[in-house]
């Protein structure tokens, strides 16, 4: 059996020192099988538990996230498995671990998985965790884009909620780190943008304002210090000048995307 791997590993090889690549191993094992369909069957607890203690363990997890998306996607969660990883981010202490966890919710699907990223993007206790947010509130609405389950006000409350990390300018002995959420914020908006063409225009029917100070913030990104930020700004400014339909909206945003297509040329297509 493929599943005979992951059950001869020693269990003292994911509890000393190296566990962490032990279980990165094994995964990345798992979100293979996932991927190509092998039933896991019984087995699925236990390996939901080795995901759950990858996600403890491990201090680099973004692969690990994928792996698990795939898990999820395959063999699903039980509630009470769905409601561990919830409780997981609302550990009292900061650490790798629950900043793990809030990357890991982007794979769920409930409103409450949705509101909850919403909230940590703009009032997380770290800076890790409002970054992760961002980042599992593009992945989740992605998916739920793509799942058919994502509703015009699911949509506006993570458009919002990313507009909020727009603002974020934390600093510490590290330097500009809310500049991490302000990136991230940037990336997942061109997720949720790329994705549909019509979504700068649901956004500006049902919160012109909101629309309207969106496309201010990622302006403004444009002329940030960092060269990412700047970078993931023009990526964004161009989605919404020449990948979104914008048709009857306030006058004002109708002038001035008509004015910086005029300052902002598409750039020519490669292929």
Known sequence: MVLDVADSIPARYIEDFGASLTLAALTTYMGSLSRAGWGIGEAQGK???????????????????????????????????????????????????????????????KQSDLELLCSLVAEGTTVEIRRNAAAALGQFCTRARDGGRLSITWEHSAILALSQGLEDHSVDNRGDVGS???????????????????????LNERDDELAIRLLGQILCSTTEKIDRLRVAAGHMLEI???????????????????QLRRLVPAQPNDS
């Open 47 to 109: 390996y939901f538990a080795l995901f759950e203690l990858a996600f403890i363990t491990c201090k680099t997890v973004d692969d690990i996230v994928v792996d698990f998306t795939s898990f999820v996607d395959a063999c699903n969660l039980t509630p009470d498995q769905r409601l561990r990883i919830v409780k997981h981010t609302q550990v009292a202490s900061s650490g790798t671990s629950r900043e793990s966890f809030v990357l890991a919710v982007g794979a769920l699907e």
């Open 240 to 258: 919404l000048l020449y990948e979104q339909r914008v048709e009857a909206a306030d006058s004002r945003l109708c002038e001035g995307l008509e």
């Open 180 to 202: 991490w959420v302000r990136k991230q914020s940037l990336h997942s908006l061109a997720r949720i943008f790329a994705t549909d063409s019509q979504t700068f225009q649901r």
